[in-house]
């Protein structure tokens, strides 16, 4: 049988008249942080991080061209760039915190208020744990994530004179202001998804 968000973890005991009350001032045996299910959810998270990026990769460099006065200009390929880098984000963190939320050990005689913050804990921690690989995986590869969308901007103009330097910087910032945005809504989305997986966890033991 389903139960509400406000009573999940709750464990209750018989009382003198027959009712059931709620039991306070237990302490779960297991602990707080389920790692192997932020593991999980983060290697899944920058997988999927990892395939989208290639994937917009590819359709980059399909549409830029080398020839001058032909392709996209540095502020239209900086925004779409910003724009796939949201919806990596929002796809990649979604699916880490479900895993993160769904595979984590069901806490006994918890308060709900503090199951629904552990379980929003865990997403947030398994979006920390895959933002860092991605960004290790980046540096290794001699990339930064903050001047991806720059560099691939700033090449688009084979003359550098000063119309399109001013547009190389414009583009580098929109993709950083992008960049940083995408990272903050992948961060509420792990959090929102890692919530729903513990739910169902605990609704489906």
């Given amino acids: 049988m389903n139960t509400s968000l406000y009573e999940r973890g709750a ?3 018989p009382s003198a008249s027959g009712t059931s009350v709620a039991v306070s001032g237990v302490e779960t045996a ?7 299910a932020i593991f999980a959810g983060a290697f899944v998270a920058a997988a999927v991080s990892v395939m989208l990026v290639a994937l917009g990769s590819g359709f980059g460099f399909a549409a830029v061209s080398p020839w001058p006065g032909t392709g996209p200009s540095p502020t239209t390929f900086a925004v779409s760039t ?6 990596t984000q929002w796809i990649a963190s979604a699916l880490g915190g479900y895993i993160a939320g769904r595979m ?3 806490w006994v005689g918890v308060h709900t208020h503090e199951v629904f913050f552990r379980d929003t804990a ?10 860092v690989m991605v960004a290790l995986v980046a540096a290794a590869a001699g990339v930064s994530l903050a001047n991806m969308g720059a ?3 700033a090449t688009l103009g084979a003359t550098p004179d000063a119309a399109q330097v001013d547009a190389s910087r414009k583009a580098a910032a929109a993709a950083s202001l ?3 945005l995408s990272m903050v809504i ?3 989305i792990a959090c929102v998804t890692a919530a729903l997986g513990g739910k169902l966890r605990d609704e489906h033991p």
């Fill in 30 to 36: 297991a602990p707080a942080v389920s790692w192997p």
């Fill in 151 to 153: 560099h691939a901007a």
């Fill in 186 to 188: 992948g961060a509420f």
């Fill in 82 to 87: 910003g724009l796939w880098l949201i919806f």
């Fill in 122 to 131: 865990h997403g947030f921690v398994t979006w920390a744990v895959a933002t």
């Fill in 104 to 106: 984590r050990t069901k």
């Fill in 178 to 180: 992008f960049t940083g």
């Fill in 11 to 13: 464990r209750t005991a």
